[in-house]
DNA sequence: AAGAAGTCCTGGGCGC
DNA sequence: TGCGCCCAGGACTTCT
C-alpha cells in the first residue's frame, strides 16, 4: 500500500544513495509487471549514470539521460539498495535468489538497487522521450503538496462532482498521492463520512479537508510512511505511521478521540475506517441537530 | 463524460 | 496438520 508518503521516503533514500550511479548490469523478469519490453531497460541502461530521482503521485522516476525508468510499487512493492554479493544473489550471480525480484539493477560501484514484489501489482515502463513521460503523467491530478494545492483549486476540483467523498479522494486524476490509509486518515481528521456525496459538503468541510490532506501526508512522511506487512524503505526497514493511525487498520479498537469504536465499511468496492460519532453522514447530522 | 463495477495477483489468516 | 476459502487494494478496462 505504498501510497505518497511511502514513495516519498523511497525517493528521499534513492535521491541520496544511487544519483550518480551508474549503472553495470540489468536483470528483468518476464513477469507483467513491465509494460514495456524488458529488452529495452536491459540493453538500453548499462553504461548511463542515474542523473535524477523524482516522484509524480505513487510514481517513481529514475532518469537516465533521455530514458526514463517509472516505478509503481502497486501493493507489495518495495525498490530497496543492498551491497552486492549480499543474499539477493544466486550462486551464479546471473538471477535473484531471493523470491519475486523482479528488477535487479547493478551499479559499477558495487551497489546494487533490487525491484521485490510478491503480489505482482506494481507497474515498471521505460519511455525514451520527456514528452512520452509527460502524456503518461497527464492523467494525474494536482499534487497534493504543492504549492498550486490551493483551496480555490481544491474547490474547482470538487465542483460538480457527484460520487461519495472516499472513492473521490482514491482517484489520483484528482489529487493524486491519497491511497486508502491516508484517505481514512484525511476524512478523520477533517470528520467527514466516507459516503458523504462530494456534492454536499458544507463550505467548512471543504476548508477541513483541504487542511487535512496535506497534514496526514507530512506526518506520513515525517514517521517515514506506514508499514501494515510488505512497506519497506530504500534501506528495507518499516516506516513508523501505522503507530499514528487514528481509524485505518483499527476496526472495533476505540477512537482515540471519543472512544466510539471505529468502524469498518465497504465504499466504492473498499474498506473504509472511520468513528461513527467523530464522522457523521449529513443526514445523520441533521437528525441530531433536530433532537 | 463520469461514475460504478469487474479484473488482476498471491500471501496470510481463518475455519473446519 | 492441512486444505480451501476469502480478503487485502491501485489502477486499468469495461459497462452504463
Redesign the pocket.
Known amino acids: 500500500?505504498p501510497?505518497l508518503p511511502e514513495v516519498e521516503t523511497v525517493l528521499r533514500g534513492l535521491k541520496e544513495n544511487i544519483t550518480g550511479e551508474t549503472v553495470k548490469t540489468v536483470f528483468c523478469s518476464s513477469s507483467?509487471i513491465f509494460r514495456t519490453d524488458q529488452s529495452g531497460i536491459s540493453e538500453l541502461l548499462p553504461g548511463l549514470p542515474v542523473t535524477q530521482v523524482e516522484r509524480r503521485?505513487?510514481?517513481l522516476v529514475l532518469y537516465f539521460s533521455t530514458h526514463r525508468l517509472v516505478v509503481?510499487l502497486?501493493?507489495t512493492g518495495s525498490l530497496v539498495v543492498k551491497n552486492e554479493n549480499g543474499p539477493h544473489f544466486g550462486r551464479h550471480s546471473t538471477g535473484p535468489a531471493e523470491?519475486?525480484i523482479h528488477m535487479i539493477l547493478s551499479f559499477r560501484s558495487g551497489r546494487v538497487l533490487l525491484y521485490r514484489d510478491?503480489?505482482?501489482?506494481g507497474?515498471i515502463l521505460l519511455f525514451y522521450e520527456e514528452k512520452d513521460l509527460s502524456d503518461y503523467f497527464n492523467?494525474l491530478g494536482i499534487e497534493p503538496l504543492s504549492a498550486g494545492f490551493t483551496l480555490t483549486a481544491f474547490k474547482r476540483i470538487l465542483a460538480r462532482?457527484?460520487?461519495?467523498v472516499k472513492?473521490?479522494l482514491?482517484?489520483?486524476s484528482h489529487v493524486c498521492g491519497l491511497?486508502?490509509?491516508y484517505a481514512d486518515e484525511a476524512l478523520f481528521e477533517s470528520g467527514i463520512h466516507p459516503e458523504t456525496p462530494?456534492s454536499s459538503l458544507e463550505p467548512a468541510d471543504i476548508r477541513r479537508l483541504y487542511h487535512a490532506i496535506p497534514r496526514v501526508l507530512e506526518e506520513g512522511i515525517r514517521f517515514g510512511g506506514t508499514t501494515f506487512?510488505d512497506y519497506r524503505n530504500s534501506a528495507g526497514k518499516e516506516g513508523g505511521f501505522q503507530e499514528m493511525l487514528n481509524v485505518y487498520g483499527r476496526e472495533g479498537l476505540e477512537c482515540r478521540k471519543c472512544r466510539s469504536l471505529v468502524r469498518?465499511i465497504q465504499v466504492?468496492?473498499?474498506?473504509s475506517h472511520f468513528c461513527p460519532h467523530c464522522q457523521k453522514k449529513p443526514r445523520e447530522l441533521r437528525i441530531d441537530r433536530l433532537l
Open positions: 500500500m501510497e507483467r503521485g505513487k510514481y509503481h502497486g501493493m523470491r519475486h510478491p503480489r505482482m501489482f507497474r492523467r462532482r457527484k460520487g461519495q472513492p473521490f482514491m482517484n489520483q491511497g486508502n490509509i462530494v506487512r469498518k466504492g468496492g473498499r474498506s
